[in-house]
């Protein structure tokens, strides 16, 4: 067993060690990241177990139990009482440890677009330069693996049965994630960090569509042409029609909406059981 240590700072609420839980896996005694949570496909068990200390203070793990479901409510709820309350602006929709969720409106602002490979005849988007567009309204949720994007049919607070279409920004691959690259990753999962993560979706540079994003729009020119006539004549709207309904599998489904179609809800739910 390695030599791990960790040291507490004592706090003003006399935290006094008492109690530790022990997890365990299928399959290895190593795993690439010793702090990270097992697939979804592993079996784990975790046990509960007193610490008990002997004259000179130092604590030892006693024999445990089974870790109930009981137990671990109470635990996550002793542990959520030392979060720090806030203020949440409108456009959030969730925030949780794990799971950030908000929107953006539609809205005209730059976008950098550095096409490697500019298809011929495009009026302002031939080289690397900075223009206003349009974008529509857009979904964003963050979990500490990643930041999902979406569009939105509707410049308007979604709720939960909104369905959402795919995105149009180059850099987001067509199951919704963005294209991280060397774009500098936020260290918070909290509502502080909202504005790195848009920065990270608007202020990038995009080069090229990722595969499989041109089944996300319908039309002719597909998206590179469709941001330069968006760029070339000025416009103040994207037109939101052209957009398909979100579908991690795009150039298979059908361009009108379905029964089975994907909405806010949905995706949050995913993104909370990850």
């Known amino acids: 067993m390695s030599d791990h240590s960790s040291h507490f ?7 006094v060690l008492t109690n530790a839980i022990l997890l365990y896996q299928a399959g290895t005694s190593r795993t690439p ?13 975790a046990s509960m177990h007193a610490v008990e200390h002997d004259g000179d203070g130092r604590p030892t793990i006693a024999a445990g139990i089974p870790l109930s479901r009981a137990q671990l409510r109470q635990w996550t709820e002793a542990l959520g009482r030392t979060a720090i309350p806030e203020i949440l602006p409108d456009t959030v929709l969730v925030s949780h440890p794990d799971v950030l969720a908000w929107w953006t409106p539609a809205q005209v602002r730059p976008a950098y677009f550095a096409l490697s490979s500019p298809p011929d005849g495009l009026r302002a988007l031939s080289r690397r330069t900075t223009v206003a567009v349009p974008y ?4 964003f949720i963050a979990t500490r693996t990643g930041l999902g994007v979406y569009a939105l049919p509707t410049s308007e607070r979604p709720v939960a049965d909104t369905p959402v279409l795919h995105s149009p920004i180059l850099n987001v691959f067509i199951e919704g994630r963005l294209c991280w690259g060397n ?30 994003q ?12 469709l941001w330069d006539d968006l760029a070339a004549r000025a416009a103040s709207r994207f037109p939101v029609r052209r957009l398909r309904p979100f579908h991690p599998a795009a150039r298979q489904r059908p361009a009108r909406p379905t029964a089975d179609a994907i909405t806010v809800g949905r995706l949050v739910s995913a993104a909370a059981g990850r």
């Open 214 to 225: 041109e089944w996300t729009v319908t039309g002719k020119g597909g998206l590179v042409r």
């Open 9 to 15: 700072e004592a706090t003003g609420g006399g935290l």
């Open 183 to 212: 774009i500098p990753r936020p260290k918070t999962l909290g509502v502080a960090a909202i504005p790195e993560f848009e920065r990270a979706v608007f202020d990038s540079w995009s080069t090229h569509p990722n595969p499989g």
């Open 33 to 45: 990241n010793a702090y990270g949570a097992p697939r979804n496909d592993m079996a784990a068990f």
């Open 136 to 139: 529509p309204a857009h979904l």
